[in-house]
């Protein structure tokens, strides 16, 4: 026989029958223990409190996760470095020879390609033939004279593009550095920010600290069989300024990269 007060409602626990079980209804939480433990009121309260808070900052940060998703540009960049075959300026195929009879030490136009992302430029530098009276060596050169070299056009203080950084060639400004005296160097005009070209883009005057990102250029030599071609294959150095990852940050270039040649500007006015 059931046994259930008048006055209970369906939500009610009743007593089961013949076998005298506790039945209660589904979903129902039902106490245990017959005397209620003493509950200290403030703990109690403050629980609460926390608990509504948690709730309240889930939804909250849920919502706002949410909205962010749609507010927040998608993320683009590439997961390597591509090899890409550099262009000349008329979009034909760049061969070292080319570079070495034009695009040499007396050129006082840039030469910029972008790589390995479309707003990622860089200078092609080609620091042959050696002034009268120099001698050097170039970090990581390539081509018949080990001298052409690519980096960074955007400065590695606050993000200045070329041309407001410029590639100085022989005789520009004459300027003696910590490690002496130099023909050629890359200056940015924003804040007096400088690197030798010859040493990797190593930083020579602040305020910047860490050189310019190094582009791996490969040369096909035509002395092994190869058709004197140029190609940009990765990247040394620190991330380009403005990019948590050189690779992220634009869509990619793909497979070959134009020349675009621009004027320099130049500054003669150093800080001291
Ligand atoms: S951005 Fe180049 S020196 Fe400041």
């Excluded at 589904?26 to 106490?31: N, S």
């Excluded at 962010?68 to 070292?96: C, E, M």
């Amino acid at each position: 026989m059931n046994v259930e007060p008048s006055s209970c409602s369906s939500s009610c626990p009743r007593f089961g029958g013949g076998d005298a079980r506790l039945e209660f209804p589904v979903g129902q939480i039902h106490r245990v223990a017959a005397v209620e433990p003493e509950v200290d009121e403030t703990k109690r309260n403050l629980l609460k409190l926390a608990a509504v808070a948690g709730v309240l900052g889930v939804g909250i940060g849920g919502v706002a996760g949410g909205a962010l998703q749609y507010v927040q540009p998608p993320a683009v960049g590439i997961s390597a470095y591509p090899k890409t075959q550099l262009l000349d300026v008329d979009g034909s195929p760049l061969t070292a020879t080319k570079v070495d009879s034009e695009y040499n030490i007396g050129t006082s136009d840039l030469f910029l390609f972008n790589y390995p992302l479309r707003n990622e430029p860089n200078f092609l530098l080609n620091l042959y033939p050696p002034p009268s009276g120099s001698s050097y060596t170039v970090k990581n050169g390539v081509g018949p004279n080990k001298s052409i070299v690519a980096f960074s056009a955007i400065c590695q203080h606050l993000g200045c593009p070329a041309p407001a950084i410029s590639y100085y060639p022989p005789g520009t400004c004459s300027q003696t550095f910590k490690n002496g005296s130099l023909p050629f160097y890359i200056h940015c005009s924003c804040h007096g920010s400088t690197y030798d070209v010859t040493d990797g883009a190593a930083n020579l005057t602040g305020p910047a600290v860490l050189p310019l990102p190094q582009v791996t250029i490969e040369w096909d030599d035509p002395s092994q069989g190869g058709n004197d071609y140029l190609y940009a294959v990765g990247e040394t150095g620190p991330p380009v300024n403005g990019h948590i990852s050189t690779l992220q940050g634009d869509y990619g270039v793909g497979s070959n990269s134009q020349l675009e040649k621009e004027a320099p500007v130049i500054t003669c006015s150093f800080p001291t």
